[in-house]
């Protein structure tokens, strides 16, 4: 399996473009990544990279091997697959990824007993509200709210989320209560932004008598971290628009209470992304069946005790 771990990690190199990177991705140092990537210039007798200081690039030879490694690996892929007893004997590692608020309360919960049923099978979960990049990450399964552009990968729909729009009883009683998203624009509302560096203008999609409507929202606020978000809600400092789910708990104690009832936001699609031949994978498919299983329980009892 030597010469096949090699193969991987050129792709690995060649996908990320860094030496550092793929090596990180597979698990190793780069000192044997760069040794791994040498052994395979030298058993073919070329150069499949341009390397400086700065950067590494593809040589056109590594480009015409690329195309043949990654037939070559989706074929192993496929055949160990098509060996291996999907409810007896799965075994390896998953690579998933999810939102952080989503992660922490609905997927890595479930993960341990996930473990239990298939002590074979490792799962690394990586949680981060920033995209992901499911194809040059190596991600098996990616977690993702919210409307999907046009994308080559495997979209499976799990649920639709509803979402609300909350503020600890603190700020009402400094700020008011604001009947709906008219409200929040006219008096100026704090309202707390999940934004990343280069996001445009923030706005809320909310529900109207004349259909869905975006509005220009505000707030000295805003954070890349959802639950962050959360946080400055329950300390009083504005209005945060969150998946039902992940504030349940919060609006039954009565910590937070929904604003602007009038005009609510739209529920949100919860689905799984996967590149296409990832999905044969039994140990993959397992993973994705179990936990779209127990994330529509959650929703479902979430919705009920809100």
Known sequence: MSYVNTIRMFVRVYELGSMSAAARDQRTSPAVASARISDLEKHLGVRLFSRTTRSLQPTENGRIFYDGAR?????????????????????????????????????????PAFKDLYPQIDVRLRLSDRGIDVVTEGIDVAFHLGTLEDSTLKVRTIADCPRTLCAAPAYIARRGMPADGEALVRDRHDCLNLRFPGAKEFQWTLATPDGPRRFEITGPFESDDGDVLTGWALDGRGIVLKPLFEVADHLRSGALVPVATATPPLAVQLSTLSQHRRLKDPKVQLFADYMAQHIREDLRRAMALA
Request: hydrophobic content about 50%; cysteine-free.
């Open 71 to 111: 037939r070559v690996l989706e074929a192993i892929d496929e055949a160990e697959a098509a060996v291996m007893d999907a409810t007896q004997n799965p075994r390896g590692t998953i690579f998933v990824a999810a939102p952080l608020g989503l992660g922490r309360r609905l997927i890595a919960p479930r993960v």
